[in-house]
């Protein structure tokens, strides 16, 4: 074959290898995405997994508020016997688990105090009689028209004084109890258990020695949890709480009775009152425990903490997911955050689908607020 002739068949044949690999290889990608607006930031599909994101409504956001907590005897279903006068212990006629009724004889106890207020009693009653004589006397006279009325006045004025002094001896030897001259009987004021005994016989005691013995339900207890002053305004009666007891093998369950008024001074927090929903009978008044109480925050938009991100060291924003993988950086006003939520007073709305965890994706030059 000519020398030109195979010049020209071998470039023929590399014209048409060019053409066919032109043809196969597939057609470059286009970007056709919408630009963004300010403060709007897109993010990989991929990248979303990492994220969470919460639609806003107008419900307070529901969290639990733990608090430590004791365990205690219901107030209305325990009673408290102390010593009316000072005295000595003479016999303790109960023991802790005797079961007794109202009246019975919990001690006895020797007192010179009690027999002065028996025998202030005594001489009440005589001067009581005495007078009643008298007015009689001269009311039946002023009747016979021998009587003074200066007179009937005078014995009616002492009658009234009489009884008065009789009723003021009563109630301080009714106060006393049962028993005569120097003794006095501490009685149990209602049916149930004796729950504790802090008296043994020949000890002294009066009215300032605190409680001798405890009579009441030993299984009316309840929990008292305290909890800090800037959450017991979303706590509402009847709100359900779960109780851990380090003794216990399982959590107990119970609803809110009320919610205290009073704060203590030092601590700042308050007490909050919790009915059990089943008794247990390995339950003690005094053990200690942990009370998990679901509240609800104020109404309004609520969002977690985590939400938020500070700009520049002094701009508060979260981040609102405008379609899939685009999200809105907005600056948001905040009241005072409680229990990981914070209330948000502008900047977002209901409906708005917030980025509760993962913001620091979208804007690495921001801070997380906590």
Same mark, same amino acid.
Do not use: C
């Given at each position: 074959m000519p020398r030109f002739a195979h010049f020209v068949v071998v470039t023929c044949l590399l014209a048409l290898a060019a053409c066919s690999d032109k043809q196969e290889a597939p057609p470059a990608p286009t970007e056709n995405a919408a630009p963004l607006a300010p403060g709007q930031v897109r993010v990989k599909p991929a990248s979303l997994k990492y994220m969470e994101i919460q639609?806003?409504?107008?419900?307070? @956001?529901?969290? &639990?508020? /733990?608090? +430590?907590?004791?365990?205690? =005897?219901?107030?209305?279903? $325990?009673?408290?016997?102390? @010593? +009316?006068?000072?005295?000595?212990?003479?016999?303790?006629? @109960?023991?802790?688990?005797?079961?007794?009724?109202?009246?019975?004889?919990?001690?006895?106890l020797s007192s010179p105090d009690a027999s002065r207020v028996r025998a202030d009693y005594a001489n009440a009653q005589v001067e009581l009689r005495v007078a009643q004589a008298e007015a009689k006397r001269q009311r039946l006279m002023m009747e016979k028209g021998i009587g003074i009325e200066a007179e009937l006045v005078v014995a009616e004025a002492k009658l009234q004084e009489a009884q008065h002094n009789?009723?003021?001896?009563? !109630?301080?030897? *009714? =106060? #006393?109890?049962?028993?005569?001259?120097? %003794?006095?009987?501490? !009685?149990? +004021?209602?049916?149930?258990? $004796?729950?504790? !005994?802090?008296?043994?016989?020949? @000890?002294? &005691?009066?009215?300032? *020695?605190?409680?001798? =013995? %405890? &009579?009441?339900?030993?299984?009316?207890? /309840?929990?008292?949890?305290?909890? =800090?002053?800037?959450?017991?305004?979303?706590?509402?009666?009847?709100?359900?709480?779960?109780?851990?007891?380090?003794? #216990?093998? !399982?959590?107990?369950?119970?609803?809110?009775?009320?919610?205290?008024s009073a704060l203590n001074a030092q601590t700042r927090r308050g007490q909050v009152f919790i009915t059990l929903d089943d008794s247990n009978p390995n339950l003690r008044a005094g053990m200690l425990a942990r009370a998990g109480i679901q509240s609800r925050a104020a109404e309004g938009l609520s969002v977690p903490v985590t939400s938020v991100l500070i700009k520049d060291g002094q701009r508060s924003i979260v981040f609102v997911q405008v379609s899939d993988n685009v999200f809105e950086a907005r600056t948001v006003s905040l009241g005072q955050p409680s229990n990981g939520y914070i209330p948000v007073l502008s900047g977002i709305e209901p409906g708005d689908k917030v980025v509760t965890k993962g913001g620091l994706l979208l804007d690495g030059a921001a801070n997380q607020l906590l």
């Open positions: 639609e806003m409504g107008t419900q307070g @956001a529901v969290h &639990v508020v /733990w608090a +430590p907590a004791r365990v205690a =005897f219901r107030e209305e279903q $325990v009673a408290e016997v102390v @010593a +009316p006068a000072s005295g000595r212990i003479l016999q303790v006629q @109960a023991q802790v688990g005797d079961v007794v009724k109202a009246g019975t004889p919990l001690a006895t009789a009723d003021v001896a009563s !109630r301080a030897a *009714s =106060f #006393l109890g049962g028993g005569g001259s120097d %003794t006095l009987l501490l !009685r149990a +004021p209602r049916a149930g258990v $004796v729950i504790n !005994r802090n008296t043994t016989p020949g @000890a002294s &005691v009066g009215p300032d *020695s605190g409680s001798l =013995f %405890t &009579v009441g339900d030993p299984t009316a207890l /309840w929990i008292n949890a305290d909890v =800090f002053e800037s959450d017991l305004s979303t706590i509402a009666q009847g709100a359900p709480v779960q109780i851990v007891v380090a003794s #216990l093998d !399982r959590p107990l369950t119970g609803k809110v009775l009320r919610v205290g």
